[in-house]
């Protein structure tokens, strides 16, 4: 039997080959998942390192926009029983320290991801929410590398 965390990693993967292919080439790996939150991790590898031997930023952009990516769409599959788009209405990012290692990017912002499907579903509009995720090199420390905030807008599809 496959574990939950290996499917979303083999469904996020193939998203990344038949949607996305920058994904793909990243090779995100889910790490823990739970009813409100994700752990995405991204190796460090000669693909995702920069000049410098740490992180490049478009990683770690990539996986900021999969941790909450997932988040939102395991919610909207749990919840809505309708088909609902997602789309990233804005993305910031604050760099703290160089990401020597492999990052995991941890989003849970679950339960407002919830509130925004309820809100999306009632009222059958466009609606947007404010989501974060954290980026740690565990291996080195648990204090952030980088921080996130990324505005999930969700719609009804039609």
Same mark, same amino acid.
């Given at each position: 039997?496959?574990?939950?965390?290996?499917?979303?990693?083999?469904?996020?993967?193939?998203?990344?080959?038949?949607? +996305? $292919? /920058?994904?793909? *080439?990243? #090779?995100?790996?889910?790490? =823990?998942?739970?009813? &409100?939150?994700?752990?995405?991790? +991204? $190796? /460090?590898?000669? *693909?995702? #390192?920069?000049?410098?031997? =740490?992180?490049?930023? &478009?990683?770690?952009?990539?996986?900021?926009?999969?941790?909450?990516?997932?988040?939102?769409?395991?919610?909207?599959?749990?919840?809505?029983?309708?088909?609902?788009?997602?789309?990233?209405?804005?993305?910031?990012?604050?760099?703290?320290?160089?990401?020597?290692?492999?990052?995991?990017?941890?989003?849970?912002?679950?339960?407002?991801?919830?509130?925004?499907?309820?809100?999306?579903?009632?009222?059958?509009?466009?609606?947007?929410?404010?989501?974060?995720?954290?980026?740690?090199?565990?291996?080195?420390?648990?204090?952030?590398?980088?921080?996130?905030?990324?505005?999930?807008?969700?719609?009804?599809?039609?």
């Amino acid at each position: 039997m496959i574990s939950r965390t290996k499917k979303l990693t083999m469904m996020i993967r193939y998203f990344g080959l038949t949607k +996305i $292919p /920058l994904i793909l *080439i990243c #090779r995100p790996r889910v790490v =823990s998942v739970g009813s &409100g939150s994700i752990v995405i991790r +991204i $190796p /460090l590898s000669r *693909i995702t #390192r920069n000049h410098l031997g =740490s992180m490049y930023f &478009g990683a770690l952009s990539v996986g900021a926009d999969v941790a909450a990516g997932f988040l939102a769409f395991g919610r909207i599959q749990e919840r809505a029983g309708k088909k609902i788009s997602l789309i990233f209405k804005d993305f910031s990012a604050e760099f703290h320290k160089r990401p020597e290692g492999d990052v995991d990017f941890r989003c849970d912002d679950g339960p407002e991801i919830d509130r925004l499907i309820d809100r999306v579903i009632k009222s059958n509009e466009r609606s947007s929410a404010l989501v974060s995720v954290v980026a740690t090199v565990p291996s080195i420390s648990d204090e952030p590398v980088a921080s996130f905030r990324l505005t999930v807008s969700l719609k009804v599809a039609q």
